[in-house]
């Protein structure tokens, strides 16, 4: 059995498991545990469920079956349960997008809807991209079109969705020449899943492709959609100061969290949890206030747009219901637990689901309407409010909170380098080209119990940061990065190469940039495409000194992501790998052959210091190969010889 | 006899092994009704994680075997042809000695009897986990043969081990 301090680098989080233990509750590491040992073929891909002439397991020992019923082999069933797996990533993530660009829709139709367009600047320079004239004066009619053009991408059939466009000319051809440039949302989910029917599809290599389309249609469509119309609905993020960690919960006032993914909720949890009626009657209960508080990616939209405080990731969820203080935990969809349910039973935390999309065991549903928002939203904050007399348990809750700063964008990123009047990606493609900065590199993805809770996202955020990469995170692994302190200013000066440490001294920025949820992975995107659009740093992202990461992945979301990026062109480091090692080839495929097309690869690799320093290996070789010098000051990791680069790159 | 034995490098951990000893020892025998039964049927399997390595426990008849020398009823018994222990469930009296000596933890308390492997007395042929396990991780053998095994797998390890 592991010990608590095994089970999570993050303090609060070991305090919290002893007192659940204490208490005699079961928890997702516990349950992890019992459900060892997890079945092989599972873990390897090669257990088929797609027609009842199965189940079929190949036996990766060569001594049982070899194919199938139908004769699929290890390559085809791994290669088909992987992208369902996408699929379903790339259908959660688009859906989130779709709920967005029908709110955004409902606010341009309805002037006396609760959500109203908060970002003129975003919206008009969206409308000017999209071809709707900008400029005039009636906002709701330029919203409706952009409203319009942004909801037709998932229903489209043919041409491409349209954010492909943004992506850099080479990398847009290397889509065209595979085939697999998106035409619609909906349209690549669906064929992945006739593709993966029974006796249709049986190349693992071109079912792959499709994967990839439809994970492009996630990342340049429906989270870029989701991310983008956000920002027009709620203002696109500004630099914000807030904390994190469960020990944001007060327990003197009423604490409700938020945990889910989509801002439609959230935001209006906000704007009702500010209301004076309910602050007055939160005071008549006999609370100080109303203490709002995140978990997973909902949080992550909130504290970009308004410094809510962050309460956790999401192996965090039921520790905050653990501390006894929490007098409603509000979900909508994604990465929540069905055991909140049974779990808020013992305490007096009221579990409220609010989507049709996702009911619970044991949870209150109070359905949450986006044309009656905020007075749902306000329901359900009295709800909470009334449930603080009710609290059945000696308040425990950690102290562990940290300063952080969170709210970058690929627009406000380099106002910040650049200065309002010049904002540009200039300095920062002047600080890699220098030397003074080696690369940069994207940590995100989720929590996985079979992984120490924190440590990865981490460890590999500090190794990298020591040797002068800059750090993007978002989702779960920036609420990792915050609890630490490596989401504050100050963090350079303990954790950050000397190259890494002037910069942000120079702009008083964080050597980790928050840059929000995982749709917001679309942002790293633009980022991305802006950096090669800036000029001196090669053609296309594969191009670019950069490289991506996911240390503790588990869900279905990041199998999309990951491939949407490794097909944008970025070297991957999966920390858990991607269930096909019962199929050599495709593994191969995927860790080799997919550069050929896409300019980027997966690689499969635990220990997050190794994984770290693979990835600055690629970085390394990609400055080789665009020419530019070794890093400007001495690193802990200093760049191999070029023959080894070489080596360690193909 | 034939005992089950088992290969520690070929288990992948799928549980198949306790699913069909399960279906095996329930009224109906059939994988699509078992788990409805009124009395669950019991796994005299199950399938663990030691040290990163999959193994599957059951009993393995052992010779001389602790839980026949515990019982204080009777009840064990070890064939004197075959060598299977098995338990004479008139005799027993629940009282869990064999239960607490078992060196594998491959014997459980029922709910009146001893619960343990007694190598499938209504099949004829393969034992059911034998039957059900994917990857032939377990597999039935005399002593002999399975010394024999063990021997030629210890040989090619060693000469790989050369040729590196």
């Known amino acids: 059995m592991k010990l608590p301090h095994q089970k999570s680098a993050d303090p609060a989080t070991v305090r919290m498991l002893d007192a659940a233990a204490a208490a005699g509750l079961s928890v997702a590491w516990d349950r992890q545990e019992v459900m060892e040992p997890q079945c092989g073929f599972g873990q390897l891909g090669i257990c088929c469920r797609v027609c009842t002439m199965g189940p079929c397991r190949i036996d990766p020992f060569g001594e ?81 079109a952009v409203a319009e053009i942004a909801f037709a991408q998932f229903g489209q059939q043919h041409g491409k969705v349209v954010f492909t466009s943004r992506a850099p000319q080479d990398q ?43 994970a492009l249609a996630d990342g340049w469509g429906g989270s870029m959609i989701a991310t983008e119309l956000s920002d027009v609905l709620f203002r696109s993020p500004g630099w914000v100061r807030s904390r994190a960690n469960l020990g944001i919960l007060d327990p003197e006032s009423v604490n409700i969290i938020v945990h889910g993914h989509e801002p439609t909720l959230s935001e209006m949890i906000v704007a009702a949890a500010q209301d004076k009626e309910l602050l007055a009657l939160a005071r008549s209960k006999g609370a100080k206030g109303i203490n709002l508080g995140g978990i997973c990616c909902t949080a992550n939209e909130i ?34 637990f069905p055991a909140l349910g049974p779990l808020a039973k013992k305490f007096h935390t009221k579990f409220i689901s609010t989507s049709p999309k996702a009911k619970f065991p044991f949870a209150e549903h109070i359905e949450f309407q986006e044309s009656k928002a905020l007075e749902i939203a306000k329901r359900i904050v009295r709800a909470a409010i009334e449930n603080f007399p009710n609290r059945k348990t000696v308040p425990c809750v950690p102290k562990e909170s940290q300063e952080l700063v969170a709210g970058f964008t690929a627009e406000n990123i380099f106002t ?94 964080p050597p980790v940039l928050h840059m929000g949820s995982c749709v917001d992975i679309s942002r790293i995107l633009v980022v991305l495409s802006n950096m090669v659009a800036e000029g001196g740093l090669g053609e296309s992202i594969a191009d670019l000194p950069v490289a991506g990461a996911a240390p503790e992945w588990m869900s279905e979301k990041a199998v999309s992501i990951g491939f949407y990026v490794v097909a944008s062109g970025v070297y991957t480091v999966l920390g858990e790998p991607l269930p096909v090692q019962g199929a050599p080839k495709l593994s191969e495929f995927l ?49 191999r010889a070029g023959e080894e680069l070489v080596a360690a790159a193909t | 006899m034939k005992k089950v034995y088992f290969d520690s490098q070929k288990c992948l951990g799928c549980h198949s092994c306790e699913f069909a000893c399960a279906v095996e020892h329930s009224a109906s025998k059939d994988p699509r009704k078992a788990h409805l039964e009124e009395s669950k049927p019991i796994a005299r399997r199950n399938v663990q994680l030691v040290e990163g390595m999959c193994l599957t426990v059951a009993c393995r008849h052992c010779d001389p075997a602790p839980c026949v020398e515990a019982c204080i009823a009777g009840a064990m018994n070890k064939d004197a042809q075959t060598g299977e222990v098995t338990c004479d469930t008139d005799k027993c009296v629940g009282c869990w000695m064999c239960v607490m000596v078992c060196p594998f933890d491959a014997v459980k308390p029922g709910e009146i009897y001893t619960i343990k492997c007694d190598m499938c007395p209504d099949r004829d042929e393969t034992r059911a986990c034998v039957q059900a396990c994917p990857t032939s991780a377990l597999f039935e053998a005399t002593a002999e043969e399975f010394r024999r095994i063990a021997q030629e797998r210890k040989q090619r390890a060693g000469q790989v081990e050369l040729k590196r």
């Not at chain 1, 929590?447 to 020591?466: F, I, Q, R, S």
Request: glycine residues 10%; aromatic residues 4%.
């Open chain 1, 64 to 144: 049982g079956p070899s194919e199938g019923v139908c004769g699929a082999t290890a390559e085809i069933i791994a290669a088909r349960n992987l992208v369902r797996m996408i699929a379903s990533g790339a259908a959660a993530h688009s859906d989130h997008g779709r709920d967005i660009a029908h709110t955004l829709l409902m606010a341009s139709e309805n002037e006396g809807c609760d959500y109203k367009v908060k970002d003129d600047a975003k919206l008009r320079a969206l409308a000017r991209e999209l071809g709707v004239p900008g400029d005039g004066k009636d906002l709701r009619r330029i919203a409706h």
């Open chain 1, 303 to 336: 504290l970009m747009r308004h410094g809510i405080p962050l309460a956790g990731n999401f192996l965090q969820q039921e520790l905050a219901i653990v501390t006894g203080v929490v007098e409603a935990m509000v979900v909508d969809v994604q990465c929540i």
């Open chain 1, 591 to 639: 860790c080799g052959g997919i550069e050929e097309l896409f300019g980027g690869k997966f690689a499969f690799e635990a220990d997050p210091i190794k994984a770290a320093r693979m990835m600055i290996d690629h970085i390394d070789a990609k400055r080789a190969a665009l020419h530019l010098p070794e890093p400007m000051y001495e690193v802990p990791y200093a760049p």
């Open chain 1, 416 to 509: 910040m380098l650049g200065g309002r009047y010049r904002p540009s990606y200039r300095p920062l493609n002047d600080a890699i080209m220098s030397g003074r900065l080696r690369g940069v590199a994207a940590v995100v993805g989720c929590n996985n119990p079979k992984h120490c809770h924190d440590y990865g996202h981490l460890t590999m955020a500090k190794e990298l940061l020591a040797n002068d990469v800059l750090v993007a995170v978002t989702g779960c692994s920036a609420v990792a990065d915050a609890k630490a302190g490596l989401l504050s200013p100050e963090a350079a000066e303990t954790y950050a190469g000397k190259g890494l440490q002037e910069i942000c001294r120079a702009v008083g920025a």
């Open chain 1, 172 to 214: 847009r051809r290397r889509w065209e020449r595979a085939g697999v440039t998106p035409r619609g949302v909906d349209r690549e989910i669906v064929e992945i899943m006739h593709r993966t029917h029974i006796g249709v599809d049986n190349d693992p290599v071109n079912i792959i492709l499709q994967g990839v389309r439809a």
